[in-house]
T-cell receptor, first 113, second 111 residues
Framework: KAGVTQTPRYLIKTRGQQVTLSCSPI?????VSWYQQTPGQGLQFLFE???????NKGNFPGRFSGRQFSNSRSEMNVSTLELGDSALYLC????????????FGPGTRLTVL | ELKVEQNPLFLSMQEGKNYTIYCNYS?????LYWYRQDPGKSLESLFV?????AVKQEGRLMASLDTKARLSTLHITAAVHDLSATYFC???????????FGGGTRLMVKP
């Protein structure tokens, strides 16, 4: 069974630009969660999508948004990039029930210059 | 708000020694996970702990959960260099399907 895939793996952007990251979950998984990892703040939950609806949201500004498609693939978008948005962005997929284990993708490393 | 604290944050140990990493959390939860992360890589699931008193072992690693004390431990037995990595505990927030992570323990095992 293929694991969670994320594209692109690496990305360099400049301040003020916007970026879209993509995540394809494990086949059959309906929930996709996004996390941001930085050296200073550690791993922080961004949001979770289930059946094309945002089900949970972390404490991030509105510049961070996401969506999920009918095939469960998810995208997250960050607008008006700031230097502090440089991070490893991880997505995780699960079957969808609250207690199902989450499986993480390889991550997208975003660098904002 | 759920808070998760791990200690120590950094651990340097000799091969063959034993040590324990601690994970405390602030509110009731029914699920606790341990992950391993190698530099530049994603998170690899190690253990899923589902109930009070749960104990799981894989090789030189053993994890346990005490939900009453809101404490989980990851015990390393006879460490080897290949265990060098950062270890995270994560607690499932009962309010939603989201994981709150500890700050991580960077483990360095020296030959």
């Amino acid at each position: 069974k293929a694991g969670v895939t994320q594209t692109p793996r690496y990305l360099i952007k400049t301040r003020g630009q916007q970026v879209t990251l993509s995540c394809s979950p494990i086949s059959g998984h309906r929930s996709v969660s996004w996390y941001q990892q930085t050296p200073g703040q550690g791993l922080q939950f961004l949001f979770e999508y289930f059946s094309e609806t945002q089900r949970n949201k972390g404490n991030f500004p509105g510049r961070f948004s996401g969506r999920q498609f009918s095939n469960s693939r998810s995208e997250m978008n960050v607008s008006t990039l700031e230097l502090g948005d440089s991070a490893l962005y991880l997505c995780a997929s699960s079957l969808g029930a609250t207690y199902n284990e989450q499986f993480f993708g390889p991550g997208t490393r975003l660098t904002v210059l | 708000e759920l808070k998760v604290e791990q200690n120590p944050l950094f651990l340097s140990m000799q091969e063959g020694k034993n040590y324990t990493i601690y994970c405390n959390y602030s509110t009731t939860s029914d699920r606790l996970y341990w992950y391993r992360q190698d530099p530049g890589k994603s998170l690899e699931s190690l253990f899923v702990l589902l109930s009070n008193g749960a104990v799981k072992q894989e090789g030189r690693l053993m994890a346990s959960l005490d939900t009453k004390a809101r404490l989980s431990t990851l015990h390393i037995t006879a460490a080897v260099h290949d265990l060098s990595a950062t270890y995270f505990c994560a607690v499932l927030d009962n309010a939603g399907n989201m994981l709150t992570f500890g700050g991580g323990t960077r483990l360095m095992v020296k030959p």
